[in-house]
């Protein structure tokens, strides 16, 4: 059964502008940060987002967990219509769905010791408190490896290393025994050889918890490394969607293509050649009608400019959005 | 590291202290500003506190001496019109300047922080209301403002506090409602989010206790200005005390009258002191700033 | 065998702060050959942008310079006075920054910037300036036309673009490009990758890559050098360093790097964490760390050791 599934989620955040703007515009403009994205999450998966700064990945993660509120959209958590939840009972679900957020420089309070961030979440759900919280925020620093844990229970987070606080993070994320964690590029502020450990550890937890991940990150090397599927998204929507290895050795998005052959491999015998593409990324104020890579695809005919095309299944699993899906293979 | 051997001298006992971390010699001027300032202003509250057993007249006692002595050993600061000791009075004369101005720098930051948090935090139209309200205040000069507000209601010591605490809440309100515009968007504020917690709990925990490193200095800074705008109210008379009580700002306003006399020791000695309680607080408030938001040092 | 084009020799440079004295750069040697890419690789606080910004001799106010010497063409470019090196800076070595968003002065149009280069190492007039300047930015793939729009009319990649035309204008000995396509979405890092390699081909300069991302070192690179806590551990060709590393580090480096493909390997990392600079560990700086660590290790520094024309600082090998 599907753990998660999300139907055409919509986050439309309108550009700020000046009150003079304002009454000279007359209109308000929108950045379609998420612009229809339907998929769902099977119990016990990890998948990945994978798409460049601005895609709108971000905002999708935390739209999953309602800690941004979509602009239109349904998602359903365990078969429960979590956007129309008030948000007493929501808060009740949260036990079940957790965050791990990029920066871990910002992502733990300041001002709290380790074991306090850590099991904050246990007080504020009754689970536990005083000591009966310092024993199960103490094995959880030990699963995380954070060791030897009394000593970073007490500790402040200025006083640990990124790839430390990576580690309490998580730790927090893990206290309330979640189903499902976002976890937004938990690696990309860590150092390569941390980044390593990070996501070992990650593969460890999900083995050991039964956890579920969304994992978001721009990096496909990551992702081919921790994915079971992936989902490349472009300005707000998915553009291909396919079991890791399809997706890797059989890409039919021009734009998923053009992906993979920029990515400079750790190899010097395996170089890049031209990029396939053109262009630079348009701004999600002003999307480009129809596909919204046309303007950037050496593939672009009419039909790519007046109509949208949708995602269709044209292998078993694998999804794509484009109208020559076909031919590009 | 020389110790004198069974012999607890300063430089011994300093050195024990250094080892077991309780202190150490200040380093770099932001910790020099702040250390100094500490001492000047222990120095002043501890004399303030001190005074009974410190002073070595009655300050209110007239004809201690003879009227008008300039500084002798006698009268180390001399005496005023009516033969009243200027060094005791000096002594005693912070008590009341310190208290006001202590007494409405924190009401101006209990006020002033706690509607700065709730306006930064929720925004909408409680935080354009208020920020409305704070932004008239603001722009009144502070003085001015003291005037008119004593002058409405009068002059007694809780009109004055409340009179010098209003100054001030709008420059608590703006900091925290800015920290906490910049605060509320941390991930680790979202985080808190993600794991349950309520508005009030987020307030409370997560924002509020990111925000006493800047009030620190906001309230050195604070009652340094309140004991200015303090004794610049009594000294056009409209303070909240009255002869014979000894007061800086009062001496000032007695000893200024008189001045082109030449009888310069009756209003140097408690201006003196005053800008040396002004110089303390600040000093304090500017080492800690410069301790929590250095300036942008090259990298 | 090529020329030396720039000789590093026991460089020094610490940083003072409140702490204590942070040693950044601690005894390194390094050097440079002509018309060849050298990707200066290693983690957060290795030292590398340190090194890279004292070729250029723009460290910040409270770093000293503790010892050794930078030979260029003759000269320990440490010693010369300001007047010298200004000459210097822009024309002979120049430099490459890791934001293009903020290398760029934003009330000056694009064309400005690299005509300003040309006005003030050379004596030649605005108008031929200004035609040197397009022709090298239709070069870069930037429309001669736009040489009067300012920074903010361009993307994030087209700046790049216009810093490496300032960088390049004078055909620099040297170019030293600090993380370039770090800001940058993945395409456009590719395209300037080509770039790069393209003007090394063309140009002949000599460019010191400084990076912490494996993959683009081993796109472009034609020798590497890694750096670990301010020392270099290993310096070879991308060949060696990638199909063959020696020193430990670069071997736990190498491994830890994900890569794109449909069947994993497990990822390895390095346990621990890049030590205190203040306080760095005794003999190697990487001897908590080693899998491969003796007894020696913690008591004295690995000497420079010559292995197949390659340089490794290890007492294991």
Sequence with gaps: MALLKVVDLKKYFPVQRTFIDRLLAGRVDWIKAVDGVSFSVEKGEIFCVVGESGCGKTTLGKLTIRLVEPSSGKIFFDGIEITKLKSGQMRALRRRMQIIFQDPYASLNPRMKIGDIVGHGLEIHNIARGEQKKKIVLEILEKVGLSPPEQFYDKYPHQLSGGQRQRAAIARALVLNPDYIVADEPTSMLDVSVQAEILNLMLRLKREFGLTYLFITHDLAVASYMADRIAVMYLGKFVELAPKKELLT????????????????????????????????????????????HPRCPFADKICMREEPQLIEIAPNHFVACHFAEKVG | ?????????????????????????????????????????????????????????????????????PPSPEYPMGTDLLGMDMFSRVIWGGRILLLVALISATLSMVVGSFSGLVSGYFGGAVDRLFSIIMDSLYSFPGLILAIAITAMLGPSMMNVVIAISVIYIPTFYRMIRGLVL??????????????????????????????????????????????????????????PVVPPTPDWGLDLYNGWAILISGYWWLIFFPGLFITLTVLGFALIGEGLNEMYNPLLREM | MKDVVLSIRGLKVYYKTRRGLVKAVDNVDLDVYEGEILGLVGESGCGKTTLGLSIMRLLPSNAIIAGGQILFKGKDILKIPDEEMRMIRGKDISMIFQDPMTSLDPLMKIGDHVIETYLSHMPVKVDEAKGKTMELLEKLGIEKERVDDYPHQFSGGMRQRVVIATAIALHPAVIIADEPTTALDVVTQAQILQTLRRLRDELGSSVILITHN??????????????????IVEVGTVKEIFMDP??????????????????????????????????PPSGCRFHPRCPYAKEICSREEPSKKIIDGRIVYCHAL
């Excluded at chain 2, 080892?19 to 200040?26: T, V």
């Excluded at chain 2, 349950?196 to 009652?223: D, R």
């Excluded at chain 3, 430990?248 to 030590?275: D, M």
């Design chain 3, 214 to 231: 494996l993959g683009i070192v081993a796109q472009i690179s034609d020798r590497v050098a890694v750096m670990y806590a301010g020392k």
């Design chain 1, 250 to 293: 059989n890409p039919r998005h021009p734009y998923t293509k053009a992906l993979l052959s920029a990515i400079p491999y750790p190899d010097p015998d395996h170089k890049i050649g031209e990029i396939p593409i053109k262009g630079v990324v348009p701004s999600p104020v002003n999307i480009p009608p129809g596909c919204r890579f």
């Design chain 2, 182 to 239: 910049s605060i509320r968007e941390e991930p680790f504020v979202e985080a808190a989010k993600a794991i349950g917690a309520g508005h009030i709990t987020i307030m409370l925990k997560y924002i509020f206790p990111n925000t006493i490193p800047n009030m620190a200095v906001v309230f050195s800074l604070c009652v340094a200005d309140a004991i200015l705008t303090e004794a610049g109210l009594t000294f056009i008379g409209l303070g």
């Design chain 2, 1 to 69: 590291m020389a110790t004198t051997r069974n012999k607890l001298s300063p430089a011994s006992l300093y050195e024990i202290l250094k080892l077991q971390h309780i202190i150490r010699l200040p380093r770099g001027s932001e910790e020099w500003y702040t250390a100094i300032g500490f001492i000047i202003v222990m120095g002043i509250l501890l004399m303030s506190i001190l005074a009974p057993w410190i002073a070595p007249h009655d300050p209110t006692k007239i004809y201690v001496g003879p009227s008008l002595h």
């Design chain 3, 246 to 279: 020696l020193h430990p580090y670069t071997k736990g480096l190498i491994n830890a790097v994900p890569k794109v493909s449909p069947e994993g390997g497990e990822l390895s990392s390095i346990p621990g964490s890049p030590p205190d600079l203040i306080n």
